[in-house]
Antibody, heavy 120, light 107 residues
Framework: QGQLVQSGSELKKPGASVKVSCKAS????????MNWVRQAPGQGLEWMGW????????TYAQAFTGRFVFSLDTSASTAYLQINSLKAEDTAVYYC?????????????WGQGTLVTVSS | DIQMTQSPSSLSASVGDRVTITCRAS??????LSWYQQKPGRAPNLLIY???TLQSGVPSRFSGSGSGTDFTLTISSLQPEDFATYYC?????????FGQGTRLEIK
């Protein structure tokens, strides 16, 4: 049974950077890609992109190019989301979610979410 | 990008009711459709993938159907723990896109 455990809540000032971690257990990390999903306060789910955990190749949704960086530490079975030059509108809960494919892509295991608050 | 539209946006129902939520894609996505349940303060939980395949551990009162552009999620007999927000998501092409969500409330 797979499990994803994310790092704790963060409070950051505008212009700063934040790095969210997502540690996987219970399965072979490099056999499944990792997705990132954002949920702004009171809003719906927004797919940010995913990273191939075998090659390290990231794919970003258009809205998340430039300041958002996906990375890996495969020795620690951990995926990372870094957000640079934080803005107030980046305030959200960020989820990691394991990638699956069966006639189409979907996410089966989800982390518990990390709240990132950007405020001066 | 493929747009996903759910209806209704909110729904009031009673325990024991049969409920159907619909999801429409702006173009054909074959059967690349999944459904998630999210409770307040919790991560989404996968219910159904490939339009109609029930995720392991999900109660059989949940079912999904459809292909192409029109899909439905049906809960055959609502239980108290089913009151939550439901999202559809297309996994046919990048970027994957979610519907806006359907909030299921107790009547």
């Amino acid at each position: 049974q797979g499990q994803l455990v994310q790092s704790g809540s963060e409070l950051k000032k505008p212009g700063a950077s934040v790095k969210v971690s997502c540690k996987a257990s219970g399965y072979t990390f490099t056999q499944y890609g990792m997705n990132w999903v954002r949920q702004a306060p009171g809003q719906g789910l927004e797919w940010m992109g995913w990273i191939n955990t075998n090659t390290g190749n990231p794919t970003y949704a258009q809205a998340f190019t430039g300041r958002f960086v996906f990375s890996l530490d495969t020795s620690a079975s951990t995926a990372y989301l870094q957000i640079n030059s934080l803005k107030a509108e980046d305030t959200a809960v960020y989820y990691c979610a394991r990638d699956r494919y069966s006639g189409g892509s979907y996410e089966d295991y989800w982390g518990q979410g990390t709240l990132v608050t950007v405020s001066s | 990008d493929i747009q996903m539209t759910q209806s209704p946006s909110s729904l009031s129902a009673s325990v024991g009711d049969r409920v159907t939520i619909t999801c429409r894609a702006s173009q054909s996505i074959r059967s690349s459709l999944s459904w998630y349940q999210q409770k307040p303060g919790r991560a989404p939980n996968l219910l159904i993938y490939t339009a109609s395949t029930l995720q392991s551990g999900v109660p059989s009162r949940f079912s999904g159907s459809g292909s192409g552009t029109d899909f439905t999620l049906t809960i055959s007999s609502l239980q108290p723990e089913d009151f939550a927000t439901y999202y559809c998501q297309q996994g046919y092409s990048t970027p994957r896109t979610f519907g806006q969500g359907t909030r299921l409330e107790i009547k």
